[in-house]
């Protein structure tokens, strides 16, 4: 699919709204994640590494606000070139969080939703698990993951339920967890672990 700017303009967009480091990692984490279930479901790895990349776009000017998440999207997006389809998948992420009154009631359907908002929730278990480890993930294995994912105080904002939807595309949660594990590792280097 062509997108309408490089991933590169991507992130110096997200730089100039003011993000945070860990909500730049945060982002870097979620595109990796996507890239690599693109891989595995023989799908665009640019365009799914743009949804990552991008899906909390207005994370910068609703943050304070969270009930207006994902709407102020549209609008940014709109002016960037993307695409309703782009734009409604980037706010499928929101779809079911009773604190958005406009998502509340919408369900996420298809593989690519499903896949984005698993991807960008692992994220915190497997950041938070590997400061655990001194900042290592070069190491890091499914089975201690799962561990931390059943330890619903371990980074408790978490919603596994939301992880747990991986298992809609028919891939394994095991699975999942390998490839979001190998996916940042690759990139561990521009996210401060090692």
């Given amino acids: 699919m062509n997108l309408p700017i490089t991933r590169q303009q991507a992130i110096d ?66 002016d960037l070139g993307f695409n309703q389809k782009t734009i409604e998948t980037m706010q499928s992420h929101t779809f079911g969080h009773e604190i958005i009154p406009k998502f509340k009631d919408k369900k996420r359907t298809q593989r690519i939703e499903y896949c984005l908002a698993a991807s960008e929730t692992i994220t915190g278990i497997i950041y938070a698990y590997a400061l655990m480890r001194g900042g290592k993930i070069s190491d890091m294995e499914v089975k201690g993951l799962k561990k931390k994912f059943k330890d619903k105080v371990f980074a408790k904002t978490c919603n596994r339920d939301i992880i747990r939807e991986i298992e809609q595309t028919d891939l394994e949660l095991n699975e999942f967890f390998q490839i979001a594990i190998d996916s940042i590792n690759k990139i561990r280097n521009n996210i401060d672990l090692k």
Wanted: zero cysteines.
């Fill in 13 to 78: 967009f997200l730089i100039n709204l003011e993000n945070s480091k860990s909500q730049m990692n945060h982002y870097l984490e979620s595109e990796a994640i996507m890239r690599g279930l693109a891989e595995y479901f023989d799908e665009d790895q640019e365009y799914w590494g743009m949804l990552g990349l991008l899906h909390d776009i207005d994370w910068a000017k609703t943050k304070n606000n969270v009930s207006e998440h994902g709407t102020q999207m549209v609008e940014m997006l709109n």
